[in-house]
Structure formats: structure tokens, C-alpha cells
């Protein structure tokens, strides 16, 4: 049976599209989820894709996390359901406390579009096992409010249980703390990733296909589970 | 104030109404008088005040424009032409492509963020209202002086607001220019183009038909805002001396048109409407007049049952406002409850404001009342028509003969000077990296982006499965166009059509924004009307038709016009973008061809500009059957693996074009002067119909020969190697120097 990937459209997502584009280059079955509706159609994990789930007017992500799906979302994720949350599903997936931290203006405050050379800090959660830790990837980064931000306990928690998923290198593009572009829970099914990999998939239209690696480590966790 | 209904303006031939103050001229309202046989209510003096705009009547400048229709090429790609909301092109494969760049410059200067935000709005519901997904935007910018302190002002928020307003609708941003001039100071041009994706049997028009069909307002809530807009804002010179004109913008609301795109989308899919129009400039006047226009001609309009922000507002401005993020579709009664459902889907609000009837009047009612009756082709389509004078100005002469010759303007004479003026200029803020502009636009979204930002054109992928793309480039020279406004439209349309060649793309279609000064002026229209002239005998040559734009006049602060600005797109369509050509030297050791003939042209030139601040003479000559001829080469090229890169030569000559395809590619490049040739000259005249391009050494001797047998100049010039770009015999400057002086250059001015 294929691996099913469910990708949430809330109405404001934007990269909804390329997040299952990516899920069936990567062997998957896509499956698109709607806002409004609590079911998951029986999915394996879901990604929350990029973009402006309600406009963001508030906080990014502050209403999303109040959507029918996330209810479900949430609830399976707790139980062990890989979750990864891009760009605007990073945001989420803090307001919805899933993650520790927030993420923030660009200290630049410009909207930034770049592509970002990033280090795999571990290869040990649900959507990093393709690769290996210390790898360095290039996968395109965009974002206006992407500065992750926490206090200085949980930065230390994060780093020493070895939960900080990659780093931005050579240059911090938002003023992130640490330097972290992704983080992932202390079970590791749950990961939010600032950078997009789903833009770097095909060698057409990305500027590498490094971000692909995201896509196939989940099914292999699923098809070992 | 009482309500003014039709029949109170019956019995009231002598109030006094404020046609002028309402941008109307003595004439134009007696001409209302006489076509309604009375005076007009005030509803219907804000309907023809806001239509007879120059913004949206084109009075002065559609004499002109006939020229599009009356040269159009014999062609089989176009579906849809001028008139509609945007051009429809064929592009195969059972697809069609709509694209059109139109103008937000006045109220960008205004009100910098909201102005170029709605401007992609506006564009962006344009394309969505033929029946397309937009696919893509692109924005051809021009500001006023790079160091300027006003600049700074208008720059970082136009650049935000055309980020802010597109990143949120997820549609990638894949190129346009930027050009920094003084002339543009007062009056900065903001250009907007969206491309859209459909396939032939989903392209909608604008028309109501149908007896009894329903008409539905759905998309934001109707404010009090962008009032006047398109009539005393668009259509007036700046003055000092007026008041404010900063509530005439619109304010824009981005995730609203996102969930307007998507359920428009739906609402397409299942076929629920007859016919659509988004509404923009003089918004529901507009939409509703031009819909009956094009229609049976008769419809009814309850104007209580529109959605408002603000419950104070009358009948006039409710027909006047520009509220964004709405659309009005005409739906067959048995389909209102889908259309209504879906709209319910997305958030989006909807109401039924009236219907088509089997008259030929455009009624519209408020409390019950009837405040507008008038026959709707009057407002949209026979507005007033103007014969505007225009002489070619007196210093026309002195101008071309200030020609920018080794005797007026010094030219360097040893490999240092040479050097030394390519680092000026690829430092100028005109040449130098956009990319602390572009890099605050997201090119990936979508996942199709194939080309983008430095390249000579955007191009994007529109099918998956079969790789069919299109690309589009816009290109304008103002200053070329000054100098010869008929040559200088011919050599925007001329840049635009090669950068589309470079590419891969075949070209296939125009549209063109057509930026000038105020048409009351002889001089301005003389560059109008050369301009048009020179465009629409240059479009029917290279065989791609105008099918449609926009006219921005006006753009003039007090007796200073802008230089006269035809913004020119060219859309081209290639069957497999993993065929397309970078502009990048990507690759050790291949050759460097430089096609076509180089002249001593150097007037308008991007050297006069930057190394001595001059501007005369002429700009380089055209030669359309050579850009024809050039561009076949190209495309051939880049379908048969013979090259590798390609990037055309324009604004700063070879020169530049080596710059920018080595520090792209991160390689240098070994240059040799061809026998005979001044090194000055071959490095930054900027003759047209020129590229350079990459060939794979394999390759030499088939590109060799084909270029013979087609009879187009090809010449060796070098090779791409090591970490610099050596001019043998004159210089060489290392890459990282290169760098240094091309980046960072805009940030500093502005950031």
C-alpha cells in the first residue's frame, strides 16, 4: 500500500501545491486536506504547507491553530503522527505549542527570497533520517516573519537533546536565534522547518533537489514503523 | 441633502453640479446633458465623470491606438484581442495564455505601499477575470534619481508593497526592471504585469446576457476608499497647489483576493457564470456599465443590496469607490444557490445586486428610488474623443544633434580607462544587482519557476507532464525614446522580442503600458503618437500583435513631463522548458560568440548616462528583419543543445553582458577585440540585434554554419575561463572586483 501524505490547504496556503508535488516525487501518495474538515482521511503524516493560512493579520498562525483539521492534527501528532510544518506550518505548529518558541519579524524587515545553504544538525527525527548529520543542503528560503525566537532555557534544552533540526550557514537570513532554521519535538515525529524544501525537488525549478531528502525520510520511518 | 433621483433632475433642469470639481470639462457636460436630454442626477455625473476619465475612456490617446488594430499582424495565436479585460493568445497543447502590464504610477508616488500593492491586485483580477489561474506577475519600475531623498521614501515601499501584496497571493514574481532617472523624480512609474494559465474552452468575457440572469457583487465589502481614483488622481497632472490626494488610493487586503482567485477558480470550473468582470478603476460604474454594454445592453441594479464597509455612504460614492478584492459575475437564476455555496466555501461574500433585464437602459435604484437611467454604451464605450494637437517640440533638433561623439564626450583611450568606465557602470545604480529589490519577492512558489530575476526573461513551466512553458520579458528605454520616440518604442518592443529569443522562447504576443506626460501638451502628444506609430509598425513586422495594455498619461509634475515610457511585454511560448537558455557562463572552455554588427552607436547609451550624465544624438538604429533573423538563431540554439548560455545585448553593450553572465555563472571570461574593431566601441556601444551567447566546443562548427547559411555576423570572441574577465590587450579584472562593484549597491543607497 502507498504511503499516504496528507497536505492541509488552509485558505490562505500558498505552497500547498508544491508540498504535494514533492510528496509524489518522493514515492508518496498525496493527499490534500481541507481546513474545515476534522478528518484526516486516513493519512500516515501531514505536512502543513507555506503561505498565509488566514491572512496572518494577527499572529502567523494564531487562528489556524483553531481550524477543525488542527484539532485532528494536534491529537495525532501527540500520539506519534509525523508532522512537518514549513514556513507558515512552523508558525502553526508553535502557536499550536507543538513546538517551543515563536517566530518573528525579520530583523532585516524586509520579506527575504534566497537560496539558503543549511547544515542537518540530526538525522534523527521522522523527516531528517535521509540524511546525514553535518550534511549541507541548499533549499530555498522565503519568508517575512521567520526570525525564530525562545528563551534562553529552552535554546539550551533544544540544543542539548539534540532537538535543533538544521542551521542556516553562512548567512542568518532572518536573525534567528542560534542560527535555527528547524526544530523538532522531543519525540521527533513533529518537525518545523523556516526554509521551504519542498522548492528544491526537481533540478527544473529548484536550485538543487537536496530538499527531496524530507519527503523520502518520512516514508521510510512509516514503511519501518 | 435630499436624494437626486431621475425625477427630481427632471423637474430641477438649473442645480448647479460639480462636473469639474469631478474632473469633467464644460463640454463634456453638456454633452451628458444632451445624450440624457437633461441634466444628469449626481449618481449618474459620478458614473460618467469616473468613465469619461482619461484613465478610462483613453480620449486622448485611442486615435492613436487604432494603429494596434488597424497594423495587426495575420496571426493564428490570438483568441482573445484588445477590449476584453486582457489578450488571449494560443499557445498549444489546448492551452491559452492571457498577459497584460498595466499602470498604478499616480498613487504609488501618493502613497507608495498601498499604491503598487493594488496595482498587483488590479492586474492580477484582470487576468483572473478572462477565465485564467494567474500564474506569474512581473514589475517594470522606474524611480527618480538613485541617491534622491525622496527616493527613499518611494522605493522601499513600492518594492514592499508589490512583495507584500504578491507573496501573499503565491504568485511568483519573475522579473521586470528597474531604472533609476531624474526625470522620473515626481512621478515614479509603477508597471504591472500577471500572467494567467487556461485552457481555450474555460476563456470568459465580459458581457451580460440573458433576460433575467443574476448579477452578483461578491468579494470585499464596499468602502469609502480609492474614490476619484481613476479620475481626479490618474487623469491630472501634479500640482502643488491642490489639496491632498492621498484618499483617492486604495487600500489593499491581499488574503481577501486570494480567497476571491481560488473561489473564482471553482466557480469557473463548474461553469456557473455567463459572463464576469472584476472591478477596478471607477469600480461598480464600470463593471456594471461595461457588462450591459457588452451585453444585450439592459440591466437593473438595486444598489441597497450591496455589502458596505461604511452604512453612510451614498449613491455617488458607492458607485465611485475603488474598493478592492471584488468581482461581479452575471449567473443564470438556476445556478445562484452552487455560485452562492461555493463563495460560502472560501469566506467570501456575495450578493445578488440586480438583473439583466430585456431593455436597453442601465437602471439603478436606491431605497427604492431611481437614481440612475441612462443607456449604458454612453458611459463605457462612447465617451468623449479628443483630437489632441501635437508638433514635434522645437528642441527636438538640438537634442539629436548633441550627438555623444569621441570629440563631445572623452572616450577612454588605454585598458585602464576601459576598466575603469565598465566598473562605473557596473556599479551605476542602472546596471548594478537588483537584488536587495528582487530578493524580496518569492520567485518559487507555484514550483514552476524556470527563469527568473537577471535573466533576460521570466519563464515559467505550464504543464507538468509535457514541459510547455511560456516566458515573458518587458523592456523600455526612456531615454532612447526621448531622443526618437518612434525608434525608441521599436527598440523596446525590439530588446523584449530578443530577450524572449534568448531564452529559448518563441515570441508571440505584445503588451504594452504606454507611460507619458500630459497629453495637453503638443509636444508630449508628438511623443505619443510617434511612439504608437513606431510600435504598431514594429509589432505587424515581427508578426506579434497588441492585444492589449494600458495608457498612463498625466505622469508630469507642473511643466515637467517624464521621459516618454512605452513599457513593452512579449510573451513567447517554448515546448519544452528543460530546452531553455540561461544567461549564465556556466561551463569551462566553452566558446563565446558575439552575434550581429556592432556600430559606433552610443547615443541614449548607458555609458553617456553613467560616465559623463549626458543624454543626445540618436539612439542605435533598428533593424527588425536582423532582430527576426537573430531570434530564429536563438531559438534554434537552444533547441538543438547549440547553446549553452545566451544573454542579449542592450543597456551597457557587451561589456555589462559580460558582467552579468560571468558573475552569474561564477566564471571568467578570456576576450579578444576582433581585428579592426575600436576596443571602446566593441565593449559598450549598444547597437540592437545582438546577443552573446555560449557554445559548447562540440557545437562550434554546426552553430558555425548555421549562422553562415542564415546569413547572420557571428563572431569569435573568446572563451569562458579561469576567475576574471581579461580583455586581451587591455585588462583584466578579477571576478571578486567585479563583485564588489556590481552588489551591495542598491542597499547602500537605500537600506
Redesign the interface.
Known sequence: MTTRVGVVTF??S??D??AR?AVRLAGAEPVALWHRDKDLHQVDAVVLP???S????LRCGAISRFSPVMETVIEQARQGMPVLGICNGFQVLCESHLLPGALTRNDSL?????DQKLRIENNGSAWTRDYTPGQEIVV?L?N?EGRFVADERVLDELEAEGRVVARYLDVNPNGSYRDIAGITNAAGNVVGLMP?P??AV?P???PTTEGLGFFTSVLKQLVNA | MSLDTVKNAEQTPDAAQPWAELGLKQDEYARIREILGRRPTGAELAMYSVMWSEHCSYKSSKVHLKQFGDKKPETDAMLVGIGENAGVVDVGQGYAVTFKVESHNHPSYIEPYQGAATGIGGIVRDILAMGARPVAVMDPLRFGAADHPDTRRVLPGIVAGIGGYGNCLGLPNIGGEVVFDSCYQGNPLVNALCVGVMKHEDIHLAQASGAGNKVVLYGARTGGDGIGGVSVLASETFDDTKPAKRPAVQVGDPFQEKLLIECTLEIFREKLVKGIQDLGGAGLSCATSELASAGSGGMRIDLDTVHLRDHTLSPEEILMSESQERMCAIVEPDKIDRFLEICEKWDVIANVIGEVTDGERLEIFWHGELVVDVPPRTVAHEGPTYQRPFARPSWQDALQADAPTAERLARPTTGEGLKADLLKLASHPNQASKSWITDQYDRYVLGNTVLSHGEDSGMIRIDDETNLGVSVATDGNGRYTKLDPYTGAQLALAEAYRNVAAGGAKPLAVSDCLNFGSPEDPDVMWQFAEATRGLADACLTLGTPVTGGNVSLYNQTGEVAIHPTPVVAVLGVIDDVTRRTPMAFAEEGQLLYLLGDTEDELGGSAWSQAVHDHLGGLPPKVDLERERLLGEILIAGSRDGMVDAAHDLSDGGLGQALVESCLKGGRGARIVVPEGMDPFVFLFSESAGRAVVAVPRSEELRFNDMCTARGLPAVRIGVVDGDSLDVQGQFTVALAELKDAHTGVIEALLA
Open positions: 485558505p490562505g500558498l505552497d501545491r508544491d508535488r507555506g503561505g498565509f488566514y491572512g496572518d493579520y524586509h520579506f527575504v527570497c534566497r530555498p522565503k517575512g521551504h519542498e522548492h526537481e527544473l525549478t529548484g
